[in-house]
C-alpha cells in the first residue's frame, strides 16, 4: 500500500510540476500548482509525509525556494 501512495504522490506532483494542470484565472503564486497538487495529493489517498515532501520539492523546481 506504500508503494501505491508514493506513486500517487509522485503522479500529482509531476503533474503539477510540469505545468500540466491547468490553473483558470488570474497569474498566481508560483507555489499555487504545488499547493493544489498537495491537496490532491492528500485527498487522493496519499501519505501525508511523502504530499509534503513532493510539495516542497515541486516549490523548489518552480519558485527556487520552499
Do not use: H, N
Request: charge should be negative; proline fraction near 5%.
Amino acid at each position: 500500500m506504500r508503494v501505491i501512495r508514493k506513486v500517487i504522490a509522485a503522479a500529482v506532483f509531476a503533474l503539477a510540476c510540469t505545468g500540466s494542470v491547468a490553473v483558470a484565472g488570474p497569474v498566481q503564486p508560483c507555489d499555487f500548482p504545488c499547493w493544489k497538487a498537495y491537496q490532491a495529493c492528500v485527498s487522493g489517498g496519499g501519505d501525508a509525509m511523502e504530499c509534503q515532501f513532493e510539495y516542497d520539492r515541486c516549490v523548489m523546481d518552480m519558485c527556487g525556494a520552499v
